[in-house]
């Protein structure tokens, strides 16, 4: 067996086609209704639009990226009840168009979060880099955060001096702007790209947090979880949650899916496969402490979505992105560990044996310099990435399938 390969697509306007996904020898799509706005229900008309565009072209929608969860749920605000009313009838309706992975987050405010989308390396390709210091100094110095200075040790914070004494406007507007906008936009971030006083907004949108600590948030997961899994499980969905990116807390806010605690304590909330986790390599490694081996054996049954990439840690708590295959996980331990996983599921008789799995980002390089992308979805490097994890991932189950045979 092999785990189902998928591709991030974002709809019509990509400019990586439905056409293109067969040649690259993919399988499945992973999109959302791009065009819904946050909070509203989706529609099976709605849904099956995007479902039959996508088997037109022999594939199939295997998993939705995402369908959020609005900020006022996170928040538990006044009108939380009715947006969870609303999140349940979308499933439904997804559960009635045969649709039966999907993703959320749970990431107050911001969701992944980087300081610079266009990090140069020595080879020449592109990739996404978090650095602490310059994180820092948007926090300190561009947000103007009340008390933010305390939530870095004191070598960050005069870092974070340095790195913007040395800013000219033009850059603090671009940091800013790619924080807040930039990373967020195309993945239904909270402040609308058209949104004039961007900065302003987000720290409204911050505020909004105060009181909302780690115990608060957590409930409001745990209320989500109990309401909307029950409708999944009736309709034989399998949600996954996404960990934080990275995974700690950030700008104040509090994150509550950033290690095997917290990934354990979600499926202690309600005990069901559709209760289930987006495996995400990239954000879990980018903390310093996940065992990503840990992880799989401890919440390994749980694992409903595969996100395979890779980082190269910086030191002080910095990270960039980097290859699928080298960097700080070790994906030749994690691809046979997960295809462990799969064939106990199938000796098990259980139904959830195809584990999609993506190529998550990818380094800019080659042709991609002349194709517009999202950002950390470039063409060529992504397709780079499904070739090297295909590649792992066929060897290996043929050395499983020998080992097979040998014992038996
Ligand atoms: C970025 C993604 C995230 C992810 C969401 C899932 O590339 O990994 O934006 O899609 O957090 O809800």
């Not at 439905?18 to 989706?42: C, S, Y």
């Not at 992944?112 to 266009?118: E, P």
């Not at 584990?355 to 470039?378: K, T």
Request: net charge negative; with cysteine.
């Amino acid at each position: 067996m092999a785990f189902e390969k998928t591709w991030r697509w974002f709809g019509i306007d990509d400019p990586v086609s439905l056409n293109d996904l067969a040649q690259m020898g993919v399988e499945g799509v992973v999109t959302a209704l791009h065009h819904i706005p946050n909070g509203e229900v989706w529609t099976v008309d709605e849904i099956m639009k995007v479902k039959q565009a996508i088997e037109k072209h022999g594939l199939r929608w295997s998993v939705v990226e995402s369908l959020p969860v609005s900020e006022g749920i996170k928040k538990n605000a006044p009108d939380s009840d009715r947006l969870i009313a609303n999140y349940r009838e979308s499933l439904r309706n997804l559960g009635k168009c045969s649709i039966d992975t999907v993703v959320y987050n749970f990431m107050p405010v911001i969701d992944w979060v980087r300081t610079s989308l266009r990090y140069r390396l020595s080879s020449g390709g592109e990739v996404m880099l978090f650095d602490l210091p310059t994180f820092a100094a948007f926090d300190m110095f561009i947000l103007d955060r009340p008390g933010a200075s305390e939530d870095y040790s004191p070598e960050v914070v005069k870092k974070a001096e340095e790195t913007y004494s040395r800013m000219t406007e033009e850059e603090a507007v671009n940091l800013a702007k790619d924080i807040i906008v930039v990373s967020q936009g195309f993945i239904d971030g909270s402040v609308d790209g058209s949104e004039k006083d961007y900065i302003g907004k987000f720290k409204e949108l911050l505020a909004e947090y105060d009181g909302t600590d780690r115990e608060k948030l957590r409930e409001n997961l745990s209320r989500f979880l109990k309401s909307v899994v029950p409708v999944a499980e009736e309709y034989g969905i399998n949600l996954c949650i996404h960990p934080d990116d990275p995974p700690f807390p950030v700008l104040g806010l509090p994150r509550i899916v950033s290690t095997k605690e917290d990934l354990e304590w979600i499926a202690r909330q309600y005990d069901s496969q559709s209760n289930g986790i987006a495996f995400c390599t990239g954000s879990l490694s980018a903390g310093s402490c996940n065992s990503m081996e840990e992880i799989i054996g401890s919440v390994g049954h749980r694992i409903n979505f595969l996100h395979l990439r890779n980082n190269i840690i910086l030191s002080g708590g910095s990270f960039h992105e980097s290859g699928h295959i080298e960097g700080c996980v070790d994906m030749y331990r994690v691809m046979k560990l997960l295809l462990q996983e799969q064939r106990r599921r199938v000796r098990e008789g259980r139904k959830d044996t195809r584990m999609p799995v993506r190529p998550d980002h990818g380094i800019r390089m080659l042709d991609d310099y002349n194709r517009d992308s999202n950002p950390g979805y470039p063409l060529i490097g992504r397709l780079k990435g499904l070739a090297e994890l295909w590649g792992l991932e066929t060897g290996i189950e043929r050395s499983l399938d020998e080992q097979e045979k040998k014992t038996s």
